[in-house]
């Protein structure tokens, strides 16, 4: 049966420095006049979270948007110890926002960490939220083997996590992303887009149209039952008619994939 795309703003895709001076509830505001889902609050954007997060949080009911809770830090530490101060500090914040979904990666996880995961399971089962580990963009925690290992560790124990699939973190760490979604595909439940370039010495994140990268078939290999996050960067005199193109643009792509008409 089809369906109409869900599509999330991560409010990083306004820059940084945009965010930081108006405020992620600003931004919230702004994605929900373009049409957007629901929002990717960010941790590492927040100036008082004490403040900010209990507004967010009365924002997103009145404008019945969907949070999700980004959080940086790894799960592990480097040396493969679980954080558990970050772990309970992003459970918090997320229950703060009032959201049901928390997105991290697993860092530093090694073949040692696997003993921690059933404490990891206590945590995330006692808070009842929803964590999803992302791909980022490191060889520790965003390349093919580490995921694989990491998730085959989870399943051995009855622990099913699903995946945040950033469609451009891949080539940070050199994979491919159609081969990562052959792999992955059936764990996602959250997705991140974003078009990608290589400039002299690195990477960068740019939107879809302007990709280096088939992020058309990338996409169609992704579920469209579970939402699309721009995580690209908005930039415009028009900023909230430049989201709401993006965000349609998604939404077109996804009906091509499910054989409807644009």
Known sequence: MSHELSVFISLTSFGAAEVRRHGQEWFTHLSHAAGADGVEVREELLVDATHELPALANTLRRLALTGVYSCPT????????????????????????????????????NAASAATLPLLARRVAE??????????????????????????????????????????????TGECPLQMAACFATRVRYVHCKGVQRQPQRWVAVPLAESAAPWRSILHAMPTDVPWAIEFPLVGDDLTEVT??????????????QGQPA
């Open 244 to 257: 709401r193109t993006q965000i349609d643009h998604l939404r077109v792509t996804a009906r091509h994939q």
């Open 74 to 109: 790894g799960l592990w530490q480097p040396d493969g110890a679980l954080d558990e101060r970050a772990l309970d500090q992003a459970l918090a914040r997320t229950n703060a926002l009032g959201a049901a979904q928390l997105k991290m990666s697993i860092g530093g996880f």
């Open 127 to 172: 808070s009842g939220q929803v964590l999803t580990i992302e791909n980022d963009q490191t060889t520790q925690a965003g390349t093919r083997v580490a995921l694989a290992r990491f998730f085959a560790a989870t399943q051995a124990i009855g622990l099913d996590l699903p995946m945040t699939f950033d469609v451009g973190n891949w080539h940070w």
